[in-house]
């Protein structure tokens, strides 16, 4: 197939429609009609061959091939977001689509640099449009390696073969129980590791290990990659679990969450920006990268000034 204007158009709407989760959802997005993206995509499939997806009564899924191609076609427009970056970069203009991954719940973290960074970089690139992914660290180390993102900001332990990884800033995690967990009562006192290591503990999937050893654990009862499954099953009282404390705060204030033993059950994630190791980065991306870093400075010059 040689791809023409008319499919990448095409293309977008898909992956529009497979990030919304459906037609309806992506109406607003697209700005057009339930009628025409149905036309749209009756004809992406036409041109292609292929069933992409079932729509009806039932709702919105991607047929095996639709899945394969919503990958390819990822890839596909983010090669080309990154010729217009780079296009743009030749004319001296900061332009194009910049395609930046986070992880979720830190927008309550004081010494994230994010809020800042992105409102500095909108100021000094008008013309650059940000698309924003929330995955897991291991998705968006995927799919800055696929070229699906051009970087992302987040914890990433396991350093994988690829991908450079820059230093950003550090988020502080607690150790957490329910009111109506055994422990909440003793919470604020010294729980020595003989008890807390026959606690339910509900661990973060991409550090599980760590959370293991630290607490002298074998093994986890829950595991969960997102920070808000992991409160979920901690505010149910069956489990413990390390939450970040600016996320959590609201829950200990009104009662329903107490840190346990913050003296001693203290850890902390690594934040760090990750590119594609060996490309040649548009100077978007550098520009970005750099905004992170330097807002990164100023956060942190804030926070200390304000102890």
């Known amino acids: 197939m040689q791809v023409q ?6 293309l977008r709407i898909f992956e529009t429609i497979v990030r919304c989760g459906g037609f309806a959802a992506a109406q607003p997005m697209l700005n057009i009609g339930a009628s025409s993206i149905s036309e749209y995509m009756s004809q992406l499939e036409t041109r292609l061959g292929l069933r992409l997806c079932e729509r009806g009564r039932a709702g919105f899924r991607l047929t095996d091939e639709g899945a394969e191609l919503h990958a390819a076609a990822q890839r596909l427009l983010g090669a080309v977001d990154t010729f217009q970056m780079e296009a743009g970069t030749l004319r001296n203009q900061l332009s194009g689509v910049l395609r930046f991954g986070m992880i979720e719940a830190t927008l309550t973290d004081k010494y ?7 409102r500095e970089f909108g100021q000094m690139a008008p013309d650059v449009r ?13 799919h800055v390696l696929d070229g699906r993102l051009h970087l992302a900001v987040g914890p990433f332990p396991a350093q994988i073969p690829g991908l450079d990884y820059l230093p950003l800033y550090r988020e502080e995690q607690g150790l957490y129980c329910a009111s109506t967990h055994p422990l909440y009562e003793r919470a604020s006192g010294r729980v ?9 503990l509900a661990a ?5 290990s760590q959370e293991l050893k630290l607490l002298h654990m074998t093994e986890a009862a829950a595991s969960v990659d997102n920070v808000e499954g992991r409160a979920m099953l901690i505010l149910s009282g069956n489990y413990v679990g390390f939450l970040p404390p600016h996320y959590a705060q609201p829950w200990v204030d009104s009662g329903l969450l107490a840190r346990i033993d913050p003296e001693h059950y203290v850890t902390h994630l690594d934040f760090q920006i990750i590119t594609r190791k060996g490309a040649e980065s548009a100077r978007v991306v550098q520009a970005f990268s750099n905004q992170l870093r330097a807002a990164a400075r ?3 010059r804030t926070a200390r000034s304000s102890k």
């Open 112 to 118: 994230s640099p994010l809020p800042t960074a992105i």
């Open 130 to 142: 940000l698309h924003v992914q929330i995955d897991t660290p291991g998705s968006m180390e995927q």
């Open 192 to 200: 020595p590791l003989s008890v807390l290591s026959k606690q339910r």
């Open 298 to 300: 100023k956060v942190s």
């Open 5 to 10: 204007d008319t499919d990448l158009k095409l």
């Open 204 to 208: 973060r999937a991409y550090l599980g």
